[in-house]
């Protein structure tokens, strides 16, 4: 007999033959075809919510019926009754041989998948790691940064200059360039300047490399996303007493003179060009005109200031000051596409590169919460460069220990897409302390790749470069 789709859950039992049909990860067996051999499969089966049941009569039994079988008695059979008998049941000895070599393949098989996913996973985790140790010191390096720019210390351009060096050549890593933001709240002043400097930056040199800028340019772009916001150091800082702690910030009524103010101070550096002094005069121009100190509109603004522009204000979209306002980064992507297509000319933002950055962090961004279409949840880990909108996912697998994951690679997954990016506000507080998306981290891919994380190559020690 064929299977049969399980409509009441309670039928099932030690001893029954089920069949789960669903995408691989939707449960924790090694086999999707297999016999019920314990309450704990039991347990597991009826917990289960994104497979198809189904059960074969014909292969079950139930656990106390192999007494009553040897009890029952039956008349002798006939001769040719005993021939087909034995033809019957030398025939079903081959079916079951069969049949267990075939589920023992598929064990093997689907035994392999699992284990060369897990050593995707930690793979994916040791190399997170490394590259969050180097952002942390980066950070650490981006205070001590501002404070030689404050004081006017001919030390802070080159502080600069070898923090930005170390981006540029993590970014142009023949392997994979890899970025990190960070979606933490700013912990004051200092700590919220140095991060919001690596985002813009990060983000910047990552839309200077899609328009092939010379590695010269690409520092000067560097220099003014990582100073962009230097100004606000000299303005007349606020303190206020939260229940988190102490927050230093400037003062509000003062904020739109720190274009001007961080020109001024940057100018006074011998070694500062007129590239570096144009982007923080005016990263707060917009291309209509709307924007502060002068108003300028395209026409007067560099295509440097305006990579700066887009970047500035997509990590302010996914770091706002108040978190209950921030975007995921695929809203935050979004938004920004949204308005450059919608308003064409009449755009505060260049469609350009606009257009740059989603081909530099992919449609959707690491760190973007989605549900799959059936119906897991998960976070973007990496993107994949030839297919924008099938990157791949860390999935919420709460059978596995938090030390192990499922990574799943879209692009290999024919039947299997993204159905809605969700916001964090949505999701589960269980969820979200397993796949942790207190950061976002981007491993943009610098050249074509024909494998993903799925594939199976030989395994080859990866370097980090420093930022």
Aim: glycine share 8%; charged share 25%.
């Amino acid at each position: 007999m064929s299977f049969i789709e399980v409509k009441d859950i309670e039928i099932l039992q030690i001893g029954t033959f089920v069949k789960l049909e669903g995408s691989w990860f939707s449960h924790p067996f090694s086999t999707n075809t297999f016999t019920i051999k314990s309450a704990e499969d039991l347990a597991t089966i009826q917990g289960l919510s994104h497979v198809i049941i189904l059960y074969d009569p014909d292969r079950s039994h139930s656990a106390d019926s192999g007494d009553d079988q040897a009890n029952d008695q039956e008349l002798p059979a006939s001769p040719e009754e005993s021939k087909d008998s034995e033809t019957l049941e030398t025939s079903s000895i081959e079916d079951k041989g069969d049949l267990q070599e075939e589920e023992s393949l598929i064990s093997e098989a689907a035994l392999s998948e699992l284990l060369g996913r897990r050593e995707d996973y930690h793979e994916f985790y040791d190399h997170l790691l490394k590259v969050e140790g180097a952002y942390k010191k980066n950070l650490s390096q981006g205070q001590e940064l501002f404070q030689q720019l404050s004081g006017r210390r001919p030390a802070g351009l080159k502080t600069g200059d070898a923090m930005i060096t170390g981006m540029m050549q993590s970014l142009n890593n023949p392997k994979t360039a890899m970025s990190l933001i960070d979606l933490v709240g700013s912990n004051g002043v200092t700590w919220g300047l140095s991060e919001h400097a690596m985002n813009v930056c990060t983000l910047s040199l990552l839309i200077g490399r899609q328009f092939s800028l010379e590695d010269e340019v690409l520092l000067e772009l560097g220099r003014g996303a990582m100073f962009h916001d230097i100004g606000y150091r000299a303005l007349p800082m606020n303190v206020k007493f939260q229940a988190g702690g102490m927050k230093v910030e400037a003062n509000p009524e003062l904020r739109l003179l720190h274009p001007e103010m961080g020109s001024k101070l940057m100018a006074s550096f011998l070694n500062a060009g007129p590239l570096l002094v144009d982007i923080i005069a005016h990263h707060h121009e917009r291309l209509d005109g709307s924007g502060f100190p002068k108003g300028l509109r395209r026409d007067n603004l560099s295509l440097l200031t305006r990579i700066v522009m887009v970047a500035d204000h997509y990590d302010e979209l996914c770091n706002a000051h108040n978190p209950e306002i921030s975007l995921n980064p695929h809203a935050a992507l979004s938004r920004l596409y949204r308005h450059v297509v919608m308003k064409g000319e009449d755009s505060k933002f260049c469609e350009r590169v606009v257009q740059a950055l989603v081909q530099a962090i992919g449609v959707y961004p690491p760190g973007s919460l989605v549900e799959l279409t059936d119906g897991f949840t998960g976070i973007v880990s990496s993107i994949n460069v030839h297919h924008p909108t099938k990157p791949i996912v860390l999935l919420y697998a709460p059978w596995l220990c938090r030390n192990d994951g499922l990574l799943v690679n879209l692009a290999k997954e024919s039947t299997l897409h993204i159905k809605q990016a969700i916001h964090a506000k949505d999701v589960p507080e269980k969820v979200l302390a397993y796949l942790s998306p207190r950061r976002m981290s981007m491993f943009i891919h610098a050249e074509p790749i024909s494998m993903g994380f799925n594939s199976r190559p030989a395994r080859q020690k990866k370097r980090v470069g420093k930022f």
